[in-house]
């Protein structure tokens, strides 16, 4: 399983982002996937996550409203559109594989991470 996140940088406050990942290694369109991020100093944060189909989708209310998750199975991409951005937005964002493990979901597959620094 390989997970390569792109799209990170440098912007300004109030900005726009869109980060994609790049999946491989297994069947992409069977399992749902989320963005987590870690800022400098804190722990891990979950952001988002989309179904396996790319019906269903969650957000963490730090970026709701202001984050878009979504997926193309056909090109085994995931992409998180982010708008609005904040300083506190500041953080390396992760692309993880998820899996059910009922009553949730866990992770068990990280790409190597794409920093998003939100600064004027």
């Known amino acids: 399983v390989q997970l390569v996140e792109s799209g990170g940088g440098l912007v300004q406050p109030g900005g726009s982002l869109r980060l994609s990942c790049a999946a491989s290694?297994?069947?992409?369109?069977?399992?749902?996937v989320s963005w987590v991020r870690q800022a400098p100093g804190k722990g891990l944060e979950w952001v988002s996550r989309v179904s396996a189909k790319g019906d269903s989708t969650s957000y963490a209310d730090s970026v709701k409203g202001r984050a878009t998750i979504s997926r193309d199975n056909a090109k085994n991409t995931l992409y998180l559109q982010m708008n609005s951005l904040k300083s506190e937005d500041t953080a390396v964002y992760y692309c993880v594989k998820d899996y059910w493990t009922s009553p949730w979901y866990s992770h068990d597959y990280w790409g190597q991470g794409t920093q998003v620094t939100v600064s004027s």
């Open positions: 290694g297994y069947t992409f369109s069977n399992y749902a």
